[in-house]
């Protein structure tokens, strides 16, 4: 499946851009991620998560967007 990453803060280093274009066999987040941190190893070392349709999804979620944005950590106040 063709995705659309959007990776938002310091991530856009780990990517060298703002968005690309990213084939994956993943069908879950879970198998996302794990594609991500074998193509960006740094990913690997940061605490990321990923996020379709604006809601953050945690790992057996299934992919149903080919939008995905992928965020550092952030707190609310």
Known sequence: MELT???FGKLIEVA???S???YSKAT???ELRKELIQTFPK???LTFQLAQNNKICLGKA???SDQID????FSGG
């Open 16 to 18: 060298g851009n703002e």
């Open 62 to 64: 299934t992919i149903k």
């Open 70 to 73: 992928i965020f550092p950590p």
């Open 28 to 30: 879950t987040m879970q």
């Open 5 to 7: 990453l959007t990776f």
């Open 43 to 45: 990913l690997g070392t």
């Open 20 to 22: 690309i274009q990213f």
